[in-house]
């Protein structure tokens, strides 16, 4: 694939630059602790992109993206205004940040050095994913010592593996199974290796136990395969979505029943499945948020709301930036992540040979953007480094344009805007 003549297809970060994106990406999925482990790597690697200096590509994030951001932020700046506890207000403004810092980051890594980097942090997320779905189900079967460790119950019946919660596991291997999928659907994968990624992956997902991470899975996989069965239309990436959703889909069915009637799990995951009884407070919590975001109009400031005695949380990341951060942090919340969505959708729009890649970004996007509706996806690392993909091979093609267009001079413009002779 050809991107302009003034493009180095070969071009990449140097080895330790590399060795460093690899850490940060494999060390994600431990969060047991904050900081985590990959937190702490992120700020030696940005240390010292900045110092080399001429390693991220930033010019082309969109305007509609860096309005998103710049208005959440400034939301975030004004309630602090109205924290009653100041030290909590800005040590969660400064998580906030520190995300940011990363969707900009990996976004400006990928819009500099193009696919190759895309389909290296890829990889590298994928194999963080496998990596802490073996823990949890080693942990399962009490395969590693201190299983307990990897527990959300005292029964061992939930894992959330390396994480805090399972409703946070859950998602993460979402994340890693939609790129596996696209990987496989745009040869970069075996069916082999793809195969063996998403059983493991498949049945971390089904011991999390997660509702929230199982209707993620089901919005995302519609997006993906509704954006390539009806906007990108390649007959070869079409053909082996189809096969695979009809085959794997009913394999998972299959393998699942008798996974869980093996495990004597079938009546939990009944009950998992109804309404439960903490709903009713959630729901209760929901509608407290509306009032307080109507008694407080610039929000109660960034993570505030469990410096009130509320008896819970809102477990709505829209009606949580609501009441803490006003309806100007809302918005730009909505444009930020929602702008990731549409830019993933016009690069499948597009119909190039990177629409797959746009379209599950798009996807995995859209499906934490339903899951925000039940659950705080604020300060989830691999949500902002998953909306960087896109975002990124975004500011790659249009920089490459803009090459393309300089190598070939006058004559590459459209008619109009050639210059007179």
């Not at 493009?7 to 047991?32: D, K, N, Q, T, Y």
């Not at 610039?298 to 709505?316: R, T, V, Y």
């Not at 690392?381 to 990124?392: D, E, K, T, Y």
Request: neutral net charge.
């Amino acid at each position: 694939m050809t991107y302009g003549t003034g493009h180095r297809p070969e071009e990449r970060p140097p080895l330790p630059f590399r060795m460093g994106i690899f850490a940060v990406l494999v060390s994600s999925g431990i969060v047991l602790f904050e900081p985590a482990p990959t937190d702490m790597l992120f700020f030696l690697l940005a240390g010292a992109v900045l110092l080399r200096g001429g390693m991220l590509r930033t010019h082309g994030i969109g305007a509609f993206v860096v309005a998103g951001i710049s208005l959440f932020l400034l939301g975030n700046g004004l309630s602090m205004l109205a924290a009653v506890a100041p030290a909590i207000a800005t040590r969660y403004l400064a998580i906030t940040i520190y995300m940011v810092l990363l969707f900009v980051g990996f976004a400006g890594l990928i819009g500099r050095y193009g696919p190759r980097m895309e389909h290296a942090v890829g990889r590298a997320f994928c194999l963080a994913t496998i990596l802490v779905a073996g823990v949890g189900i080693l942990a399962r079967f009490q395969l590693i010592p201190h299983p307990e460790m990897f527990y959300a119950d005292e029964l061992g019946l939930r894992i959330q593996s390396t994480f805090k919660d399972p409703n946070v596991f859950g998602p993460f291997v979402v994340a890693g199974l939609m790129l596996v999928l696209n990987d496989y659907l745009v040869g970069r994968r075996s069916l082999i290796g793809a195969g063996v990624f998403a059983v493991v992956l498949l049945f971390a997902l089904l011991i999390a136990f997660s509702r929230g991470a199982v209707l993620h899975f089901a919005v995302s996989l519609l997006v993906y395969a509704g954006l390539n069965l009806l906007v990108i239309r390649d007959v070869r990436v079409s053909g082996r979505l189809i096969t695979l959703l009809v085959v794997a889909g009913g394999l998972a069915v299959l393998v699942g029943v008798t996974a869980l009637a093996t495990l004597g799990l079938e009546e939990f995951v009944g009950e998992r499945f109804r309404v439960q009884g903490y709903d009713t407070e959630r729901f209760a919590m929901q509608e407290l948020a509306l009032h307080v975001a109507a008694d407080n109009p610039i929000g109660l400031g960034p993570g505030e709301w469990k410096s009130h005695d509320f008896a819970n949380d809102p477990h709505n990341v829209y009606l949580r930036v609501l009441a803490e951060n006003g309806l100007v942090g809302l918005i730009g919340w909505v444009m930020w992540f929602g702008g990731v969505v549409v830019v993933g959708i016009q690069g499948a729009m597009r119909r190039g040979p990177l629409a797959p890649t746009f379209a599950v970004g798009a996807a995995v996007i859209a499906g934490a953007m339903f899951e925000s509706l039940f659950i705080d996806t604020l300060h989830w690392r691999h949500m902002f480094l998953i909306a960087a993909m896109p975002v990124g091979l975004r500011i790659f093609e249009l920089a490459t344009s803009r090459e393309a267009v300089r190598s070939a001079g006058a004559d590459a413009l459209p008619a109009a805007l050639r210059p007179s002779r």
